[in-house]
């Protein structure tokens, strides 16, 4: 294993570390940013302002796209697992947070709200959301179902679930312990849901540290057979990452209850199946499985919402938004294509051909 | 898995049927949409069951779907079951003709409550509906009232297309193109979606521009836009920077209405199970029905009138 894991790294270094895969979730970045200073050179500009609770927060539109982007970076950053193990998506993730976030909903409103409660609540509808997770994987792994048809069980039915856990169709819950977990925390100027999001990557960088999870990941999307053969099981291996998945859609739950302090079952994250599933494919990942990198989905989800709040500040009329993304996401598809990658490639070693021979005579005259 | 849930729902339909075969007088067949949809449909449907229940002496079945297509299988499983009425709410306005016939044929009286079908008159007995054009007309009204010196305005629509998306947007544009003291900042859809709302209020802040009422086409989108609101620091409400227009009426609105953090919430009533069994009743007692459609009377809800009992009648949900 130890050879495997040097052998990785080796190829890694090669390959600029895994980091080259960043590039085009960068770029994209880069694009949305340059567009809009040269629309607004204020655009990102960051202020402090005093909200309606008294606290001194940070605001703007960079605040403003960190914090909306926090439940797709953290649904986007499992479903990279689950895209390298699976070869596949889940596209019940919506679903399933609005499950976890309906329990934990129920639990608060069991009785007053504490952080005990809260710590209660968030643990509960973390099982919850693993259960279902492990529902997901199970048809994947044992039964060797193609991940989106597997998990349209969940997609079709989830919100039904959702509904039935609560009984009212937008039940609300009234906290100032939540609106600090969906908003400020008094006295921190920054959005609680970022914060959320960086112990989140934390969390999961420290695991991939730590544990083999992210090699045997890769390994298990790479070649089954050759995993197994390497004692590495592509069950548990699914199964895992599909719990894991569930503890983000947990997470991501929670903060969509949190910000409203209200949960409304048929919108809450309706269609973010398909923003995850962008952010992964923005970020460079396979796929059809295999190498992975989740920073590069993260980056893609801010990508993502990064477009959302610039047409929102462009304005573009309600009935046109959708067009205009769409456009702006065949862009960044087609560059991010194996297709233009390879072109890219192969320009680039010309240049590098060319040059070189031009130095070359330089030298030699 | 189409098939799969077919079959479950074939099945459940002839367990519902077996177990309401012991019948009481009047059978009922209700095609709705399902509670779950939102806090009016879920008011909607708890009203008819409380109605059309074996005290009042009907048998109610029921089928709740989104789904046009599965609606109207239903409905032509209970002709053929030979209800005595048949109540729709139907998911899409078109497709009906064929199913309303039959029903003609059969000689079973439909009732439409909710939305309206495009179809013939004559292919249905009464239709009890909400007037959406009439709520916008009246928080137009109210906001015309205020005499504000500018009105300048976040307009947050509804999922375009729908009934209550059209109804409330138009009285807003008509006032808006009308006026020379009203403009529209920014009108953008965030399909009923709380979150989404935020977002759009958080980027005209964000922008800088100024703006002086938000109206929201229905209380979860009006949540969303008063998050962005109080996280931005701007005052809101009775006495605040900015006037809050909700509308469906659910007791939480209806709440902050009471406590002066929205101005006004406009009433979308889901009670038309009653109308529709004083017509049910006059009809078997021989008589006839003059008018064929209702108007569910509705009105809106001010902060400096609203009472704790206006909540308790009308406030929908908990």
């Known amino acids: 294993m130890a050879e495997l894991m040097k052998k990785t790294k080796k190829a890694n270094k090669k390959n600029l570390g895994g980091y080259a895969q960043l590039l085009v979730p960068l770029l994209s970045i880069l694009l949305i940013v340059v567009f809009n200073l040269f629309r607004d050179p204020s655009f990102f500009s960051v202020t402090t302002t005093t909200n309606n609770l008294g606290n001194t927060v940070l605001a703007g539109n960079l605040i403003s796209i960190l914090n909306s982007a926090s439940e797709l970076a953290i649904i986007a950053m499992g479903m990279t697992l689950v895209t390298a193990a699976c070869g596949g998506q889940d596209i019940s993730v919506g679903a399933l947070a609005t499950i976890a976030g309906s329990v934990f909903v129920k639990i608060l409103r069991g009785g007053e709200i504490t952080i005990g409660s809260i710590v ?236 070189a021979a031009k130095a070359g005579k330089e030298v030699s005259a | 898995m189409k098939k799969l849930a077919r079959l479950f729902l074939a099945l459940a339909l002839v367990l519902a049927l077996s177990i309401s075969a012991a019948a009481a007088e009047i059978v009922v067949g209700i095609v709705n949409n399902p509670p779950s949809e939102s806090g009016y449909r879920e008011a909607n449907v708890l009203d008819f069951e409380a109605v059309f229940c074996a005290e009042n002496g009907y048998t109610a079945k029921t089928f709740y779907s989104l789904q046009n297509d599965e609606q109207l299988a239903a409905a032509q499983q209970f002709i053929t079951d030979g209800v005595d009425y048949l109540l729709i709410s139907a998911a899409e306005t078109t497709g009906w003709d064929a199913v309303l016939e039959s029903a003609a044929e059969n000689g079973i009286p439909v009732f439409l409550f909710d939305r309206m079908i495009d179809c013939d008159e004559s292919l249905y007995e009464a239709a009890v509906v909400s007037d959406m054009a009439n709520q916008g007309d009246l928080a137009v009204a109210w906001l015309i009232a205020q005499n504000l010196s500018e009105y300048k305005i976040i307009h947050i629509q509804g999922a375009m297309g729908s009934d209550a998306q059209l109804g409330r947007t138009g009285a807003l544009d008509e006032q808006v193109a009308a006026a020379d003291n009203w403009s529209i900042v920014v009108q953008q859809t965030a399909t009923w979606d709380e979150a989404e709302a935020r977002n759009i209020v958080e980027a005209v802040i964000n922008s800088g521009e100024d703006f002086n009422v938000i109206y929201a086409e229905n209380d979860g989108m009006a949540r969303g836009a008063v998050a962005a609101l109080d996280a931005a620091g701007i005052t809101h409400g ?26 006004y919430d406009g009433q979308c009533s889901p009670f038309q199970a009653a109308v529709i069994d004083g017509m049910i009743k006059t009809l078997e007692n021989g008589g006839t029905i003059e008018t064929k459609i209702v108007i569910s009377e509705e009105k809106g809800f001010d902060a400096a009138t609203i009472t704790q009992a206006d909540i308790d009648q009308y406030g929908l949900g908990e």
């Open chain 1, 120 to 355: 209660v609540g968030f643990l509960a509808c973390c099982a919850v959301a693993m259960l279902f997770g492990a529902f997901n994987g199970t048809l994947v792994s044992v039964f060797r179902i193609q991940p989106m048809i597997a998990t349209l069980v969940l997609f079709t039915c989830g919100r039904s679930i959702a509904y039935w856990i609560n009984g009212g169709a937008t039940p609300t819950i009234s906290s100032p312990l939540i609106t600090a977990l969906g908003s400020f925390i008094p006295g921190c100027p920054i959005p609680t849901p970022i914060i959320i999001v960086a112990v989140m990557a934390v969390l999961l960088a420290l695991l991939f540290r730590f544990t083999t999870l992210g090699l045997y990941t890769q390994t298990v999307g790479v070649n089954q057979r050759a995993a197994r053969l390497n004692g590495i099981s592509p069950l548990v291996m699914k199964l895992v990452s599909f719990m894991l998945l569930g503890v983000c859609c947990a997470v991501a739950g929670c903060i969509g209850v949190s910000r409203l302090s209200l949960i409304n079952h048929e919108t809450m994250l309706l269609e973010i199946e398909m923003d995850a599933i962008l952010a992964v494919a923005i970020g460079g990942n396979a796929l059809g499985g295999g190498k992975f990198k989740v920073s590069g989905s993260v980056l893609g989800a801010y990508a993502i919402q990064a477009l959302t709040t610039t047409l929102y500040a462009m304005k573009v009329p309600s009935t046109d938004v959708k067009a205009y993304k769409a456009v702006v996401i065949i862009l960044i598809v087609i560059i991010s294509s194996p297709v233009v990658k390879q072109a890219a490639s192969r320009l680039w070693a010309k240049t590098r051909r060319l040059t």
């Open chain 2, 238 to 263: 009775v006495g605040g920077k900015v006037i809050i227009i909700g509308f469906d009426c659910n007791r939480w609105a209806l709440r902050e209405v009471l406590a002066g953090n929205w101005n």
